[in-house]
């Protein structure tokens, strides 16, 4: 049995608000995206899709950092670009698959477990919660009548299906669908309904970003899974006119050796998420032989560092960077610094800390010979 999990991300999103669609804006320190493609990889899913708007530069940008993961494009509504999902996916040997929601990040590992083990009884399940609440009619903002809600249940994601019954379902599709359980049904599949989950909220207005950041932020109170990375690193003074530290260029009468621009701060900032990881360090991702790194900007191998970490479902908690060097003088600098690198690494300001000591005259950094800088990160596993 292979599973895939197909992520519906094509559509623009405009109920939600803002100049980005939902799928793409940030949320609890991560990008929506972010945290519905870290849910299905805490449940054990590695084979995932995304179909998105090839031409949105958004999707782009979120998507560039992932290892592994396929994309597929988008067509003009929901339906099209579920098949096409599903096309792409077709020579892979998938047996079962997963449609998902972009717009869903606060699904649980348990609703993905249970509405796959009811494909074990048949070709298609998918959540879903009962009505409890009474039902009206209404016109020109009056009740005109009630609704019996027995029997009704509000539908949610991820819906699962028998991968050849689905694709097939779909290619004999001649119109538009809401959503792939009518597709199923359309096709005479059978649709078991498994427990959906109150949380598993889909966001659809402005207001449904912050309660489900509530949702997010409370899931992670109870998770233990934190961990903790040291960097360390060292360049030596060679000739120049300045140095470039934290991403900030900084006037000194002379600059800092190294294969890159050889930013000691960020390189230790790049090790610490690296180690949080267990993912090595700088050298492994961007070997030092390769001629393509030579001069090449630090923040290149940072927003790699950090991208991993959201791929893997983690969250930076903070980031907290030394430097020592007896020259040249950090403190001016110090608060551009932060900003700067709060910015690479897309977290509040508040939660990144840049500061500097000398060394009283001792050692290599005492005797001016080059700068040092120690880090520590705090990762966190949504």
């Given at each position: 049995?292979?599973?895939a999990?197909l992520i519906?991300?094509?559509?623009?999103?405009?109920?939600?608000?803002?100049?980005?669609?939902?799928?793409?804006?940030?949320?609890?320190?991560?990008?929506v995206?972010?945290?519905?493609?870290?849910?299905?990889?805490r449940?054990?899913?590695?084979?995932?899709?995304?179909?998105?708007?090839?031409?949105?530069?958004h999707?782009?940008?979120?998507?560039?950092g992932?290892?592994?993961?396929l994309?597929?494009?988008?067509?003009?509504?929901r339906?099209?670009?579920?098949?096409?999902?599903?096309?792409?996916?077709?020579?892979?040997?998938?047996?079962?698959?997963?449609?998902?929601?972009?717009?869903?990040?606060?699904?649980?590992?348990?609703?993905?477990?249970?509405?796959?083990?009811?494909l074990?009884?048949?070709?298609?399940?998918?959540?879903?919660?009962?009505?409890?609440?009474?039902?009206?009619?209404?016109?020109?903002?009056?009740?005109?009548?009630t609704?019996?809600?027995?029997?009704?249940?509000?539908?949610?994601?991820?819906?699962?299906?028998h991968?050849?019954?689905?694709?097939?379902?779909?290619?004999?599709?001649?119109?538009?669908?809401?959503?792939?359980?009518?597709?199923?049904?359309?096709?005479?599949?059978?649709?078991?309904?498994?427990?959906?989950?109150?949380?598993?909220i889909?966001i659809?207005?402005?207001?449904?970003?912050?309660?489900?950041e509530?949702?997010?932020?409370?899931?992670?109170?109870?998770?233990?899974?934190?961990r903790?990375?040291?960097?360390?690193?060292?360049?030596?003074?060679?000739?120049?006119?300045?140095?470039?530290?934290?991403?900030?260029?900084?006037?000194?009468?002379?600059?800092?050796?190294?294969h890159?621009?050889?930013?000691?701060?960020?390189?230790?900032?790049?090790?610490?998420?690296?180690?949080?990881?267990?993912?090595?360090?700088?050298?492994?991702?961007?070997?030092?032989?390769?001629?393509?790194?030579?001069?090449?900007?630090?923040?290149?191998f940072?927003?790699?560092?950090?991208?991993?970490?959201?791929?893997?479902?983690f969250?930076?908690?903070?980031?907290?960077?030394?430097?020592?060097?007896?020259?040249?003088?950090?403190g001016?600098?110090?608060?551009?610094?932060?900003?700067?690198?709060?910015?690479?690494?897309?977290?509040?300001?508040?939660?990144v800390?840049?500061?500097?000591?000398?060394?009283?005259r001792?050692?290599?950094?005492?005797?001016?010979?080059?700068?040092?800088?120690?880090?520590?990160?705090?990762?966190?596993r949504?």
């Amino acid at each position: 049995m292979t599973i895939a999990v197909l992520i519906v991300a094509a559509g623009k999103g405009t109920r939600a608000g803002g100049d980005i669609a939902k799928q793409w804006r940030p949320l609890a320190g991560q990008r929506v995206i972010d945290w519905t493609i870290a849910a299905f990889k805490r449940a054990g899913c590695d084979t995932i899709m995304v179909v998105r708007d090839p031409e949105n530069e958004h999707a782009a940008e979120a998507l560039a950092g992932y290892d592994n993961l396929l994309h597929a494009d988008g067509g003009a509504d929901r339906s099209t670009s579920v098949r096409n999902g599903l096309i792409a996916l077709k020579d892979r040997g998938i047996t079962r698959v997963l449609i998902h929601d972009a717009a869903r990040p606060c699904v649980s590992t348990q609703v993905i477990h249970e509405t796959l083990a009811a494909l074990d009884h048949a070709p298609a399940a998918a959540p879903g919660l009962a009505v409890t609440d009474a039902l009206w009619t209404g016109a020109e903002g009056h009740v005109t009548g009630t609704q019996d809600r027995n029997a009704l249940f509000a539908a949610q994601t991820p819906q699962a299906f028998h991968f050849d019954a689905i694709l097939a379902a779909h290619l004999a599709l001649d119109e538009v669908a809401a959503d792939d359980v009518e597709v199923a049904r359309k096709a005479g599949l059978p649709v078991r309904i498994t427990q959906g989950d109150v949380n598993n909220i889909k966001i659809t207005r402005p207001e449904d970003f912050a309660r489900a950041e509530h949702i997010l932020r409370s899931s992670m109170d109870g998770i233990p899974d934190i961990r903790l990375g040291n960097g360390y690193d060292v360049h030596r003074f060679g000739p120049g006119d300045h140095v470039i530290l934290c991403g900030i260029k900084v006037p000194h009468d002379r600059g800092l050796q190294g294969h890159s621009d050889a930013d000691v701060g960020m390189h230790a900032v790049t090790d610490a998420l690296y180690g949080a990881m267990a993912e090595g360090d700088i050298g492994r991702h961007f070997p030092p032989s390769d001629p393509q790194w030579k001069g090449a900007a630090s923040e290149i191998f940072l927003r790699h560092a950090v991208e991993l970490a959201r791929s893997k479902g983690f969250v930076i908690s903070n980031v907290d960077c030394t430097l020592v060097c007896e020259f040249p003088k950090i403190g001016p600098h110090a608060e551009t610094m932060r900003t700067q690198m709060a910015e690479i690494m897309g977290l509040d300001r508040d939660r990144v800390s840049v500061k500097a000591t000398t060394s009283e005259r001792l050692g290599f950094t005492g005797r001016g010979e080059g700068i040092a800088a120690l880090t520590t990160a705090t990762l966190v596993r949504a």
